[in-house]
């Protein structure tokens, strides 16, 4: 089943075409009238392909990786003392900060291409006791299941879905 932006970047792709054909025709028959026109709409049509579909940043990233662009994303927030957790042997938590109001928070930081479930929530809930942090989140670029959202919710946890650049 195609998306809306899939058929849109199909009809796109054929007026794409259409017009290099066009510009073709008119170099070849060396009348230069329409093919400024036609060159002009190839470059529009090319700029917002590539601006539909540009891979996005965090899409090749490590989870470490991942881990040190939320804790920029959390900086860019508002939040301060931003810090990573040990690789092994976090209990739950990537990252802690504070927040302008001296909150302590933990952060469990996902990069998934599915939907993060039940875990997850479950792992910040115990690094929130473990770090003695009185707020705790989940950062993800992806989307949350439904109960995860309800579990979340039941434990005060926020979350945070879509994290990364477009």
Known sequence: MK???DLIASILVM?????????????????????EVSLVMVLI???LLYLMYKPKKTKGMTGRDYELYC??????????????TPI?????????AKDWLGNNWVFQCKR?????????????CAARKH???????IITNSKFTKSA???????????????EEK
């Open 131 to 137: 770090y003695s942090a009185n707020k705790a989140a």
């Open 149 to 163: 959202k309800q579990l979340a919710m039941e434990n005060n946890i926020e979350l945070f879905e879509m994290i």
């Open 15 to 35: 007026f794409l075409v259409t017009f290099l054909v066009i510009l073709k025709a008119d170099l070849e028959n060396k009348q230069y009238g329409n093919s």
């Open 71 to 84: 804790a920029k994303y959390l900086i860019s927030k508002g939040f301060r003392i931003v810090q990573t």
């Open 3 to 5: 998306t809306a932006k």
């Open 88 to 96: 092994t042997g976090d209990y739950g938590a990537d990252l802690t």
């Open 45 to 47: 049509i090319s700029c």
């Open 112 to 124: 998934y291409s599915g939907n993060v479930g039940v875990k997850a929530v479950q792992e910040v």
